[in-house]
């Protein structure tokens, strides 16, 4: 059973350290590349952890500034201060 | 990748949309309110009535006895449309998060009298579930206008409403230290004191009217007629002398909102009021209900926080609205 | 003056102190009174309070947020129209997918945000009120951007001057516009499941996603920062489709088998809504991305799965006749593509036969479909057209009355036979072209009895006149530019105009 939950950020020059963090923190995810976006499967969880968005952008971040950025996610969301995460319960 | 092309070339075939050209009587460049706001509602051919009220189509006419020949009379004469809404309000916005932040690093709050303090928490935290109540209001006047020009001046105004509301209860965050205990108390205040009863009960009773075009003027001449000079300029200068500079500060926000209101408002108002005696006759009466009861149901805060001023202060409110609503072609 | 310790509040305390608080239960007047339509589609809801919030955005950051994004896409669609970006695509064949974007989809951003409204203002609870008023804003913007971007094509090309009077008319657009309109005429948890759970969340995907990253290929650099724009609110509107079905789900078990039934409904509404999208994806983008097939496969297969899997705890299954429109994925937009050729003469956009490398890659991407049934129908069409007899249809099709799509799809297992059912009502009888749609009718046929059928209104008359070009004139059209062929319109002299000074200079 496909437990793939994703999401897909635009390939633009405020997404990539969220990508990148992406990556770092979740070392199982898929990289997609589609014309002027990106997108992120990963099994049953994927997590964006703001300490390393912030350690890549070199200034403070707020999570919620992945909402200029995100054009789509599949999974159940957790947003919290310090990191946004989507995930299946299966 | 268009440069080598001479641009005598490339002449534009038309300069807007059909139905804009035909509002403007010719052919020719139209602005982005124009463009984003004419004719957008469908009109006619709906396929099903509504399950929830199958007694009218999902657009319709008669949902106010107001009548007018076109919809599109009114324009909204900030010509906001969503881009200029939001940036215009995140500019405001950013001037009070400054003074958010410098009262909380400079700790002004702690400046005011204590008795000024304790006044606030019981004046202006309820007032955030009124601000919620102004929010569903607006909401349902966008919900059932006719016509996309006052249905988004409608929605931008209740969401206007939940962002002074939580104003409001950031104030409260302020003044009980992030606790939540004033926001706790002022919900109990709301519902169980009697300086609020009177209120409350007025907004209950406007949240079952009918006609929309009704509950825009008893909510936003007539409700906020009272509210916004009562709040943010009678009882500040009340605070002032109490050592309330603070307030002054976080009150810009719904000063220069207060002032945005009446841009739109008044204008609709006018060219309502204008299109016929029947709609006149029909706003007279319903301000003149509504200013009644906004005046009367607000005295009493007014008296708890103005004293024997209050009286004096209510009606000056009252003769302004009636000036205001004068100057739209409403007799109260 | 010492500076006190503050308590530091986390997100979802602050948002519910600033948000959650504020609503009371109205004790002068009755809540059923204030709230009149929230339990009258058999939905139970034990406590409101339950509700997850499935984004915790204040004004403030909203305010900031969207602002932020506003002012970019702005900056873009100006420089677009500064720099004559429609030079840029790769083709004005390119332009009609737009045409059918801003006639047939933008009018529906209005609609939901009139949907959202309504309910904005609905809903007892104060979570969902608040989440789908920020819907309601956000589709406004939708709209107003889509509006605003297109503005620029609009100078220069046939087929969009008139969206909302043709949205209102048209015959192939009663299609969106009787999928919205039987939403929003829906209880406001139908409406949510509708679309900001079938809608959104599970299909919106296949709309969006490819068509944008298709317009990137194409160099509609306009399109795709005004969809990418909106995409960026989209992750807020879905994950609010997903918390009202967990939301009603977790309320009550009684609730199950009518969200299970809205699931079905909604699903076969929105597949069948798609096949413009599936269309413009293989035959209208000059440049291709991925096929219909393809996109189904991530978004609906893959993406779905999870979710259903996910949903399957509390006894949902996947949508009824899921398995129907995957059989579907191989044919509908070659199905579809060929019933706008027919009719084209009708239609304020233009069709035509792919060229050859078009017809290889539709080959290859349908390996077993394409060759067998559809390139022959093209290759034969074509040599037609290339004699001079290029073939319209002059009568006027039946329309599916659930769905109101012309009944021109065939059965899946037999792609050469029309798939027809009919259904019986108080002495008439209703045509459907799918299971689909006549479970959609069989359930509730004193609503679809009401539809506004276009060829019904036609032949009774409502329509501008008895004669097709009355009928268009009717609908606004603007007659051998909105309509017609491509080869030879106005839009493609025009293009070819552009591209022979470009040659010269």
């Known amino acids: 059973m496909s437990r793939i939950v994703s999401i897909t950020l635009q390939n633009n020059d405020d997404a990539r350290p969220i990508i990148e963090a992406i990556e770092k923190d979740n070392p199982d995810a898929t990289v997609n590349l589609y014309p002027a976006m990106v997108k992120i499967d990963c099994d049953g969880r994927l997590i964006v952890k703001q300490e390393t968005v912030e350690g890549l952008l070199g200034r403070e971040w707020d999570v919620q500034e992945l909402h200029l950025s995100i054009v789509s996610i599949a999974g159940n969301v957790d947003e919290e201060d310090d990191y946004f995460e989507l995930s299946w319960n299966i | 990748m268009s440069l080598e092309i001479k641009t005598n070339v490339i002449q534009p075939r038309r300069h807007t949309y059909s139905h804009i050209a035909k509002r403007l009587g010719a052919d020719k460049p139209a602005t982005r309110y124009q463009e984003g706001t004419w004719d957008l509602q469908p009109t006619v051919n709906f396929h099903y009535r509504p399950t929830w009220k199958p007694d009218q189509e999902l657009y319709d006419k008669s949902l106010t006895s107001i009548q007018m020949e076109d919809w599109y009379t009114f324009n909204d004469p900030r010509q906001m449309y969503y881009g200029t809404y939001t940036m215009a309000r995140h500019k405001m916005m950013e001037a009070e998060e400054s003074h958010f932040k410098f009262i909380d690093k400079s700790n002004m709050i702690g400046l005011m009298d204590a008795d000024w303090q304790q006044k606030i928490k019981t004046f202006l935290l309820p007032l955030r579930h009124f601000e919620w109540g102004a929010n569903m209001n607006n909401c349902d006047c966008s919900d059932k206008a006719y016509g996309t020009a006052i249905s988004q001046v409608a929605l931008f105004a209740a969401m206007d409403r939940l962002g002074m509301a939580q104003i409001i209860s950031r104030v409260g965050l302020l003044l009980d230290d992030n606790t939540g205990k004033s926001l706790d108390q002022a919900k109990v205040d709301w519902l169980e004191s009697d300086l609020w009863q009177g209120v409350r009960k007025m907004v209950e009773d406007s949240f079952v009217l009918d006609d929309w075009f009704e509950l825009l003027v008893a909510q936003n001449l007539c409700m906020d007629g009272v509210v916004f000079p009562l709040f943010y300029h009678y009882f500040e200068d009340a605070g002032i002398r109490q050592g309330g500079t603070a307030m002054s500060m976080l009150n810009e926000f719904m000063q220069d909102w207060g002032k945005d209101e009446k841009r739109w408002l008044d204008q609709l108002l006018k060219v309502t009021a204008a299109e016929s005696a029947e709609n006149a006759a029909l706003l007279s009466k319903w301000a003149a209900t509504w200013t009644e009861r906004a005046v009367t149901a607000f005295t009493p805060i007014a008296k708890h926080v103005l004293g024997d001023e209050a009286a004096d202060v209510m009606s000056s409110i009252r003769a302004e609205i009636t000036k205001r609503a004068k100057k739209s072609g409403i007799e109260i | 003056m010492a500076e006190k310790r503050k308590k530091k509040l986390g997100i979802k305390q602050r948002y519910s102190m600033l948000t959650r608080g504020l609503g009371w239960d109205t004790t002068y007047q009755p809540m ?474």
């Not at chain 3, 947020?65 to 429609?86: M, P, R, T, W």
């Not at chain 3, 503005?151 to 008319?169: E, I, V």
């Not at chain 3, 990253?213 to 909106?230: I, K």
């Not at chain 3, 479970?439 to 004193?446: K, L, R």
Request: charged residues 25%; proline residues 5%; negative net charge.
């Open chain 3, 32 to 505: 059923d009174k204030v709230f009149p339509y929230d339990n009258y589609e058999g939905i139970i809801i034990h406590d409101w309070e339950g509700w997850e919030d499935p984004f915790r955005l204040t004004m403030d950051a909203y305010w900031k947020f969207q602002s932020e994004k506003e002012k970019k896409l702005y900056a873009v669609i100006d420089s677009f129209a500064q720099n004559n970006g429609h030079l840029g695509i790769t083709d004005a064949r390119y332009v009609n997918a737009i045409k059918l974007f801003l006639t047939g989809v933008s009018p529906l951003e209005y609609q939901a945000a009139r949907g959202f409204t309504h309910v904005g203002r609905q809903f007892r609870g104060v979570g969902p009120r608040v989440a789908c008023q920020m819907q309601a804003i956000d589709e406004l913007r939708h709209v107003q951007t889509q509006i605003h971007s297109m503005s620029h094509y609009n100078k220069f090309f046939d087929g969009l001057h008139s969206a909302p009077h043709m949205h209102d008319r048209v015959w192939y657009l009663s299609v969106p516009k009787s999928f919205f309109d039987d939403a929003r005429t829906a209880g406001p948890f139908e409406f949510l499941t509708s679309i900001s759970f079938a809608f959104e969340y599970v299909l919106t995907n296949l709309l969006f996603v490819p068509f944008m990253s298709g317009a990137a290929f194409n160099g509609d650099m306009a399109t795709v920062t005004f969809g990418f724009s909106a995409q960026s609110d989209e992750a807020r509107h879905m994950t609010l489709g997903l918390e009202v079905i967990k939301f009603m789900l977790e309320q009550d078990e009684r609730n199950i088998p009518i969200v299970q039934r809205w699931m079905d409904k909604w699903f076969w509404r929105g597949t069948r809504m798609l096949t413009l999208v599936g269309m413009m994806m293989d035959y209208m983008l000059p440049k291709r991305v991925m096929s219909w097939r393809e996109a189904w496969d991530i978004y609906f297969t893959e993406a779905g799965g999870a979710l259903f899997a996910d949903l399957a705890r509390y006894g949902i299954k996947p949508p009824k006749y899921a398995d129907i429109a995957t059989k579907e994925a191989e044919h509908i937009s070659h199905q579809a593509w060929n019933i706008f050729y027919n009719y084209t003469h009708a239609a304020a956009f233009h069709t035509w036969i792919p060229e050859k490398e078009e017809l290889d890659w539709l080959s290859e991407k349908y390996p077993d479909t394409f060759d067998k049934y559809y390139r022959p129908r093209l290759e034969y069409l074509d040599k037609e057209e290339k004699a001079g007899r290029r073939f319209y249809n002059d009568i006027l099709p039946m329309l599916c009355q659930v769905c109101q799509i012309p009944m021109g799809f065939t059965d899946m297992d037999d792609p050469t036979t029309i798939s027809f059912h009919s259904s019986e009502y108080q002495g008439n009888k209703y045509h459907t072209c799918s299971h689909g749609c006549k479970d959609i009718f069989d359930y509730e046929p004193e609503k679809y009895v009401q539809a506004w059928l276009p060829v019904h209104q036609i032949y009774q008359g409502n329509c501008g006149g008895a004669e097709v070009p009355d009928v268009l004139k009717w609908y606004n059209f603007n007659l051998g530019a909105d309509n017609m062929e491509y080869q030879g319109s106005p839009d493609q002299k025009l293009w070819d105009e552009w591209q022979a000074h470009r040659k010269k200079a």
